[in-house]
């Protein structure tokens, strides 16, 4: 059994536009001591599918709309989302970490004291207990003379100081799982490096599993194992790290591996991008999302509805219905 | 560089752009100064691009409003087509602001929502050309059709279109009066990775076709790497090193660049593997008080007690490659 692992999760929001089916049947599972990569563009539903698996939905106008998220034996979208049980899961044995540190942060509330709630109320620990693991939560994300900067406020730390706050404060509560939204992409370069790495280490050493969440490819390539491919609502290809970098199948993952430039490659004369633009979520066709912008389609991709996901080999699997032959 | 030296279209002498942090009741006295750019120098040929790369706070983006004379610089010279644009009055600077136009970051903040795309094409050329309000829709068509939007969608607004079609509004309004230079300043961060590729082409493509010259400001080091002539490293104010692109990035001599560009992920898990860090200490100092010496020391793995002393200039090493560090080439 999979630590967790969510099957046709659907969510759907009412708007002005129509309705959008943000998530449109994604299934995946992540494994104890785990790091999985969920990839692709703005709207493509992959903060959505995280935020749903934690009923952290705005209901209305969102809607879970169907679908299963079996952790630890118990489907959590059966919960009541602001029960006891769901309580229990949220912050406790999964918990997110969100791409802006200053949003997420409370700005009147000291770190020692944002640190050491969510570990009173899960752990059950006292002030005194609690703000001892607290520090040492500071020390093991390195934050410098962490007992000084204790009572400091968020606005008193540096950008990438915060999003080390954030981490401490996610793994505080000894979770299974830790969610990391774009955790880096308001960081500078050699600030991302470093908070990735310290984010690995902790994951390794306590055996969490991490979902990580970004449309950073490069982001993924160095830490995940495996990787899912999101695009427009829709997982459509996934497999290990070295299935989708090295032998990607949909032309969209095609697309992306294609369009970024890199550092270790020959300077090209032009890139090579992805025609047309991000597709309207309230106006769906019902063929494959990607068709309008896909050089490779057939007459069964203009005729059939989005394909389901296939297996190429292994535990690599594409929507794509060209590469199956 | 080969072949004979084209002509020098913008040329940076000893910039300073130091910013008063106001004390007092009053807010009237200054007590301290951001120093936002020191001393820094640099010079753009016509029909080249110079990235500009360095992280948020460096002093990028100022650099870039110090040559369109947003900012009135500290101290210092900025030549334009040979002419010295550093000292003079607003008056003066309105015809020149024709010639050089800025291409912003975010797409969604930079276009007026309550105007169509066509109107927000057309300002430039109500507020700076004679022409006839038939010249003028002729005009806003042919840009249209240069940056790759029908020229139907003119009457179309902003939130009507993607964030790469907004960033080709704002292009086609930095082109209008036909400029010979562009600040480009971070013009594909803010668009996803599927677009990013679109608008890196078409600005490459309109450089060739217009002859136009850039100022490339950006943090993607990747991007900068595919798009320029010459590069420019800045850390805390200063450009701490200057060079072709391939000296840059095939042999990257201060201790910065170095880790810089070791902190960039490749998408490729079979590289990732291999490949080796530079983890730098601590965070960028403040520029109110920056460190003594060389601005790096505090986190450079190879600092020695000189580096504390002062603070290093660029300094030409061969192969056209400047560099601001006292350890290379010891």
Known sequence: MHLLEVKNLRTRFRTDAGTVHAVDGI??????????????????????????VLQLIPVPPGEIAGGQAVFEGRDLLRFEAKGPEMRE???GKISIIFQEPMTSLNPVLAVSRQLTEAMELHLKLDRKSSRARALDLLRMVGIPDAEKRFRNFPHQFSGGMRQRIMIAMALSCRPKIVVADEPTTALDVTTQAKVLEVMNDLVRRFRTSLVLVTHNLGVVARYAQRIYVMYAGRIVESG??????????????????????????????????????????????????????CTRAGEDCRREPWGELRRVEGEHYTSCRMEMG | MSGPAKEILLEVKNLRMHFPIPAGVLRRRPTAWVKAVDDVSFLIRKGETLGLVGESGCGKTTIGRCVLRIYAPTSGEIFFQQKEIGRLPESEIRPLRRQMQLIFQDPFSSLDPRQTAGSIVAEPLKIHSPATSFERRERVEELFRLVGLEPSMMRRYPHEFSGGQRQRIGIARALAMNPAFIICDEPVSALDVSIQAQITNLLEDLKNRLGLTYLFISHDLSVVRHISDQVAVMYLGRIVELTSWRELYENPLHPYTQALLSAVPIPDPFVEEERARIFLEGDV???????AGCNFHPRCPRAIAGCQELSPA??????EHRVACIRVGE
């Open chain 1, 27 to 52: 299934s995946y599972f992540i494994d104890e001591g785990e790091i999985i990569g969920l990839v692709g563009e703005s709207g493509c539903g992959k903060s959505v599918s995280q935020l749903s």
């Open chain 1, 89 to 91: 899961v949220r912050g």
């Open chain 1, 240 to 293: 290990t790290s070295k299935d989708i970098f090295g032998n990607p199948k949909h032309p969209y993952t095609i697309g992306l591996l294609r369009s970024v430039p890199r550092l270790d490659e020959t300077r090209k004369e032009r890139l090579v991008p992805i025609p047309g633009s991000l597709p309207d979520l309230a106006n769906m066709p019902g063929t494959c999302a990607f068709l309008p912008r």
């Open chain 2, 285 to 291: 100092p403040s520029p109110v008080n920056p460190p």
């Open chain 2, 314 to 319: 660029l300094v030409e090493t061969g192969h």
